[in-house]
């Protein structure tokens, strides 16, 4: 709490009172005796009945709400406490503190209680106003002024839209500025800099100060060679690429960076089970090299090598999963040599699953030369229940629920419904999921549903039964395997000649594989990397089809990183082998279809490629896609696009090709990028069965990326 001394302002320019529920008394009508008393007070008075009166005179540039929202915390003190002298002279600094932060260096805040201590006033003489003016720096030889400018403005431009182009002047800032402004020198290498002083010069014809930081740069170094004192008794290629990180291209040497190499060095230790390992890292600026590079000497003790041992859980006396849950899903950690990146993955895998908010997992080592685990979970709700809602271009509105249980009998086993209707139709899912089956690494997922929708020339429900296989092998690999029931009937029909459709009704099933390698950093807002995923699926006929078919799949898609921007590419095939006949022998609902927000954007979904007599889509045995998109940071998340696709779709991969060219916008959100894009085609094709032609372009909205 601020004290000072405590002056009773008397002349009052103009008034607004807050949270009145009467007119308060004028400060002119108190009492001789009361302005004693109110002098003197030293002691709160009790807290009045409704929220602290408070006046505010000669505010001019902020309304009274403003303030009142600017001493927020003071007024809230104040209500708990009541008003007292020490909390009255509070509130005058903090509202002169607001005032300064906004342009007004000269403000000047009285107060004064009366009314029995019932009463604030608080007499404001705001002063003038003045801008920021132009930054000047005298002595920076290494950055560009613009550089140095952002951290001397950096903390008044956080506390404004960084639409705003005309920051106010406020000077606590700018010294805080000149703080940042050497410790950004320091990070690059001048750990001997000096900010000389700041002088400011205020232009009233401008209403503006300007500022003039005078800076003594001194000597600027960096990372020279970093060598071992010692045997480090682990190969040296497993330094490499944290020593020449900064020796390379050599990284402005400093503290921070120093300690950072100590870190590093030391998690190499651990990671090839070193558990107690110590780095000890000495910068020789008794022999500094050309150029300021820096030597750099290491002495490591790195102890004896640790392995993961026993597994202890500490459950809490309400814990739903079994006992021996976390210890079996850790048990693989056991005689394994200590790594700090295996034990993160496991944690991250354990948190994945939705059963914990928090795991902590406290190591301990033994002196048998093991590392002991200490699991303590803390559980998550068990039982979720979401309502969802939304919009795609093709589908329509759409909105939905779903209901999970995380935990069947402790064991982790996930029970879960799942209902949707879009503007086509509705759809619905019951499943269970086992993620550790057999208390392995394979996750098994039952489900059964059925799903309806109405498309263009026919309307299908299909009900299904799957049983899958799913297994992650290390990082990037994932293989799964799957059989899948379908039973399928068309109604509707406008599709003309109706040959086109195939069968109308049909049993099959379906067996295929599939393996996916992803080397992207992120599943969700990916920025760099590449991903693979490759399926086949064989179809056998039950009923109501003659033929049986064999569906291959690829997928790839790259992504580079340019600065802030990212360059992606993608290639898609498809193709169906019928063991007999042709196109029209294998279901509409089994072939490809192509365009759309996932595919070539310059047509609605499912639009490129055959089309009946009706101008309906008829899809096709084999498919290609090719994708290249250009994303830009604009603001924030905000985020634009440019895009190139091309694809073709009938009975090879090449027919029909068609292209677009567009620009789009993303919003990043967490959990993927919402997406808006148009699509423009630069040659649309004649339909002969329909006599049209393609559309000229198509708006995109989705969610999620394009390829």
């Known amino acids: 709490m601020r004290r000072g001394t405590f002056i009773t302002a008397g002349l009052v320019l103009g008034a607004v009172a807050i949270g009145l529920t009467q007119a308060p008394p004028s400060p002119q009508q108190a009492t001789p005796q009361e302005q ?30 403003e303030l009142r929202a600017a001493l927020a915390d003071s007024l809230q003190q104040i209500r708990i406490q009541g008003l007292s002298l ?51 720096f005298k002595g920076d030889k290494t950055f560009p002024p613009s550089e140095l400018t952002n951290y001397m403005v950096g903390t008044t431009r956080a506390r404004f839209s960084e639409f705003r182009k005309q920051l106010p002047y406020v000077e ?92 590093d060095l030391t998690f190499v230790y651990k990671q090839a089970g070193h558990y107690e390992a110590t780095v000890v890292v000495t910068p020789d600026f008794a022999h500094v090299q050309s150029g300021g590079r820096v030597p750099i000497h290491v002495s490591s003790v790195p102890g004896p090598v640790y392995r993961f041992g026993d597994i202890v859980v500490r459950q809490g006396p309400k814990a739903r999963l079994k006992p021996d849950f976390l210890p079996r899903r850790f048990s693989e950690l056991q005689g394994q040599t200590s790594n700090p990146d295996t034990l993160r993955k496991l944690d991250d895998a354990m948190i994945k699953t939705g059963l914990f908010d928090t795991l902590d997992i406290q190591e301990t080592a033994e002196p ?13 709700r068990q039982k979720e229940f979401s309502v969802f809602g939304g919009y795609q271009t093709y589908w329509g ?120 390698i992803d080397h992207r950093d992120s599943p969700l807002n990916p920025t ?24 291959l799949t690829e997928r790839f898609t790259y992504m580079i990183p340019i600065g802030k921007s990212v360059l992606a590419g993608g290639v898609r095939f498809g193709v169906i082998t019928p063991s007999s006949g042709g196109t029209f022998d294998i279901p509409i609902t089994e072939r490809f279809f192509s365009g759309g927000a996932d595919t070539v954007r310059s047509f609605v979904e499912r639009d490129l490629g055959p089309h009946d007599a009706n101008n309906n889509p008829i899809g096709g045995l084999a498919r290609s896609v090719f994708n290249v998109e250009y994303d830009f940071p604009i603001v924030a998340d905000l985020v634009g696009a440019t895009f190139f696709d091309a694809g073709g779709l009938g009975s090879s991969p090449f027919d029909n090709m068609s292209t677009a060219i ?46």
């Open 36 to 65: 004693a008393a109110a002098t003197v007070q030293m002691q709160p008075t009790p807290p009045p009945e409704m929220a602290s009166r408070v006046r505010f005179v000669g505010n001019v540039s902020f309304s009274a709400d």
């Open 86 to 136: 020490p909390l009255a002279d509070d509130a005058a600094y903090y509202l002169s503190v607001f005032y300064r932060r906004n342009g007004y260096p000269a403000v000047d805040v009285k107060y004064k209680v009366y009314g029995g201590g019932q009463y604030l006033e608080l007499d404001i003489r705001e002063g003038r106003y003045y801008n920021l003016g132009n930054i000047y």
């Open 172 to 263: 606590a800032d700018l010294v805080t500025g000149t703080g940042l402004l050497e410790g950004y020198y320091v990070s690059q290498g001048f750990p001997k800099v000096q900010i000389v002083k700041m002088a400011t010069t205020p232009d009233e014809a401008r209403d503006a100060v300007d500022v003039v930081v005078t800076i003594n740069e001194g000597p600027r170094y960096f990372f020279g060679p970093i060598t071992f004192t010692n045997n480090p008794e682990v190969p040296m290629t497993l330094f490499y690429g944290k020593i020449k990180d900064r020796t390379d291209q050599p990284k402005p040497y400093s503290e921070g960076e120093l300690s950072n190499l100590q870190r």
């Open 368 to 380: 048998d030369d093991t590392v002991r685990l200490t699991l303590v979970p803390h559980e998550a």
């Open 397 to 516: 509105p759409l909105v939905g629920a779903s209901y999970r249980d995380l935990d069947i009998d402790g064991e982790g086993h996930i029970f879960s419904v799942t209902a949707e209707m879009t503007g086509r139709g509705p759809s619905g899912e019951i499943a269970y999921e086992d993620p550790w089956f057999m208390n392995t690494p394979n996750r098994l997922r039952l489900a059964v549903g059925i799903d309806s929708k109405q498309l263009q020339g026919f309307t299908y429900t299909n009900e299904y039964g799957r049983i899958s296989l799913t297994r992650k092998w290390q990082t990037i690999f994932e293989s799964s395997a799957y059989v899948e029931y379908r039973n399928t009937s068309l109604s509707g029909l406008s599709i003309e000649p109706p040959f086109l459709t195939g069968p109308t009704r049909y049993q099959l099933l379906e067996v295929g594989v599939s393996q996916t």
């Open 528 to 551: 760099k990397g590449w991903i693979l995923v490759l399926t086949a699926a064989g179809c056998e006929p039950l009923q109501g089809i003659t033929t049986g078919f064999l569906r």
């Open 662 to 707: 567009g620009a789009g916008l993303r919003y990043n959100l967490p959990i993927g990028p919402l997406r808006v894009d148009y699509g423009i085609n630069p040659n649309p094709r004649y339909r002969p069965l329909s006599r049209t032609r393609d559309d000229f372009g198509a708006f995109q909205l989705s969610f999620g990326f394009a390829f």
